[in-house]
């Protein structure tokens, strides 16, 4: 891990593709993108996220949204994104939610989602990969995770309203929440998305994860579950250089 960012292994072993999930101390995206993986372009290209299950698709030039553009990309509401369209930088911004990198190994799209509570509740990584597979035709096989730096099982704690969504949805609820004394319950967040991305047929292991907690590591991320309102925001970026 550098001091602004840290990779996955076995991404940066992908052909002509470039991710980074940043730390607290990073001072400048654009500086990483250009000096540190030889990109000409200093933006990312980020949506409004909504703490939903929505997928934005940017493909062959073309933003399928016909209420936004790619030049406005505010306007945006979604909580992934995935694209195909080369020297694109794709990104979130996460303070405890989990940044989850896709990539293709074959280099023909990437994706890259915040999943927090809600949205992973509503398996948004599940319709991630269903996008990436209906729009690019990529093979789940051939497809690469990492999960970046979000707050661990170990110190998510949640009321009993917040843990009910997964409780009905979730088949294997027992498998990622461990019920207190206090009627609140420990949610382990990545475990839940490793599930999900299982489930859409990923192996166990191409899935990869940066084993760092952001509330427990809050002097190399920022923690909202630590900081609060104040927090500041990781970017986590992905894109196929050409």
């Keep these: 891990m550098r001091n602004e960012y840290l990779t996955i292994n076995k991404l940066s072993e992908i052909d002509n593709l470039i991710h980074a999930f940043t730390t607290r101390t990073c001072r400048s995206v654009g500086d990483i993108l250009k000096n540190q993986f030889g990109l000409n372009s200093d933006k990312v ?9 929505g997928v934005y698709i940017i493909r062959d030039g073309e933003v399928l949204n016909p209420q936004s553009t790619i030049q406005n990309p505010k306007s945006i509401e979604a909580d ?3 694209t195909n ?12 939610c989990i940044p989850i990198i896709l990539a293709d190994i074959k280099g023909r799209g990437v994706g890259i989602i915040h999943a927090g509570r809600v949205g992973t509740s509503l398996e948004i990584t599940k319709k991630t990969i269903g996008k990436i597979m209906e729009v690019f035709d990529i093979s789940p096989k051939d497809i690469i995770v990492g999960i970046g730096p979000g707050i661990g099982g170990c110190c998510y704690e949640v009321d009993e309203k917040s843990i009910n969504p ?9 498998k990622i929440a461990i019920e207190k004394d206090n009627g609140r319950w420990m949610l382990n967040l990545i475990g839940v998305n490793k599930i999900q991305l299982m489930e859409s047929g990923l192996k166990s292991e191409n899935i990869f994860t ?8 809050n002097d190399k991320f920022f923690s909202y579950r630590r900081e609060g309102k104040t927090a500041g925001r990781m970017v986590s970026f992905v894109a196929i250089k050409e």
């Design 210 to 217: 940066a084993e760092f907690c952001t509330s427990c590591h």
């Design 80 to 82: 992934a994104i995935i």
């Design 85 to 96: 369209i080369k020297n694109l930088p794709i990104g979130v911004f996460t303070a405890d």
């Design 166 to 174: 997964f409780k009905d949805r979730l088949e294997y609820f027992k």
């Design 45 to 53: 290209f980020t949506v409004k996220q909504v703490h939903g299950d």
